[in-house]
């Protein structure tokens, strides 16, 4: 995912969007243990797009705190 497409969305579907790549990055890693994962790329790109969205969310509540 690109930071500039998640900046459009919602902060609540930021917020949905971040609890399911974390159940799907925790999935995944539990298939990686037990070698069903093909593609174990997945694993660190989850992890990106996890920190991705986390900064966007951080950025959104320091302007709501600056504005205020």
């Known amino acids: 995912m690109k930071a500039k497409d998640l900046r459009e969305r919602s902060t609540e579907d930021l ?9 799907d990055a925790f999935g995944n890693r539990m298939k990686n243990y037990t070698s069903q994962l ?3 790329s997945l694993l660190p790109k989850a992890r990106k797009d996890i ?3 986390e900064l966007i ?12």
Request: overall charge positive; hydrophobic content about 35%.
């Open 15 to 23: 917020v949905e969007l971040r609890a399911q790549l974390k159940k």
């Open 38 to 40: 093909a593609d174990t």
């Open 51 to 53: 920190a991705r969205i």
């Open 57 to 68: 969310l951080s950025e959104r509540v320091k302007s709501e705190g600056a504005e205020s």
